[in-house]
DNA sequence: CCAGACGTTGTT
DNA sequence: GTCTGG
DNA sequence: CCAGACGTTGTT
DNA sequence: GTCTGG
């Protein structure tokens, strides 16, 4: 994926889509801003726990607590061999959250600048990315940092991109932060074809590059204008 | 042993 | 922290 | 594919 | 001759 995601939804909205269709959480009116653009480095909201599940904030790019340079941190992991690699399993086995969004960017074609489209559930629901995260004493104020999985592309994506995340039905939210499962558990996740069907869109040029993110210019790609 | 890597995706 | 390559 | 190894020990 | 690493 691009490393550009989108999470407009605002707590109380996403309180209330918790209590009816999965069990309710806790989320203060102010636990985050929507946003129609979240990048890396930035703080984004997370379901992290087990048996009491809560909203996180964490840095998105994932730094090991070993590893103290935070260029090296990552902003996504290969789920074919997160449970193995160094710098992932830690985390894989014991620190999994779920990244909240209701949709992601991916770039496509050969020409520069590339293009982007927008991919979101078809129903409209909260999607929630596979995600792992680590403590780092780099992260003073929100320790955490998170990576988010990918995976080969669903028929839907595949068209446009050749990976995509890791996107976990609300059904399988349970079962991905249970920390007695181990790795190969969960490899069920990441075949594309359990992948929800995504809608897409191109993203308006002066959408992708607006550098105000939430402005007018980032609302049109949920408008479907400039198609 | 011990130094060096440890990761993925994109180039707005 | 742990593994690999030299 | 093809060059190069083909072996073990070691730290304080 | 056969295996491994690049």
């Known amino acids: 994926?691009?490393?550009t995601y989108a999470f407009r939804k605002a707590p109380r909205e996403v309180r209330a889509l918790l209590r009816e269709h999965w069990r309710p959480i806790d989320i203060p009116d102010d636990a985050w801003r929507p946003s129609y653009k979240i990048k890396p480095t930035q703080t984004a909201p997370v379901l992290v726990g087990h048996s009491t599940p809560a909203i996180a904030k964490q840095r998105w790019g994932l730094l090991p607590h070993w590893m103290q340079?935070?260029?090296k941190a990552q902003i996504n992991a290969k789920a074919e061999t997160v449970a193995e690699k160094p710098m992932f399993r830690d985390a894989m086995r014991k620190s999994r959250?779920?990244?909240l969004a209701d949709g992601f960017y991916e770039p496509t074609g050969q020409t520069q600048p590339r293009?982007?489209?927008f991919f979101q559930d078809e129903g409209e629901s909260l999607m929630g990315f596979a995600g792992i995260y680590t403590f780092s004493e780099l992260n003073t104020v929100d320790s955490a940092s998170f990576a988010i999985l990918t995976t080969r592309p669903s028929k839907d994506v595949a068209l446009v991109h050749d990976r995509m995340p890791v996107i976990l039905p609300m059904d399988d939210w349970e079962?991905?932060?249970n920390q007695d499962l181990?790795?190969?558990a969960l490899e069920q996740f990441y075949q594309p074809e359990?992948?929800?069907r995504l809608e897409s869109w191109p993203v308006p040029d002066d959408a992708k590059k607006a550098?105000?993110?939430?402005?007018?210019?980032?609302i049109e790609v949920f408008n479907r204008t400039g198609i």
């Not at 105000?212 to 980032?218: R, T």
Request: with cysteine; proline share 21%; glycine share 10%.
């Open 1 to 3: 994926m691009c490393g």
């Open 175 to 177: 079962t991905w932060l």
């Open 194 to 196: 359990v992948s929800p």
């Open 115 to 117: 293009p982007w489209y």
């Open 69 to 71: 340079e935070r260029g």
């Open 211 to 218: 550098s105000e993110p939430d402005g007018p210019n980032c």
């Open 182 to 184: 181990s790795p190969p």
């Open 97 to 99: 959250c779920i990244v």
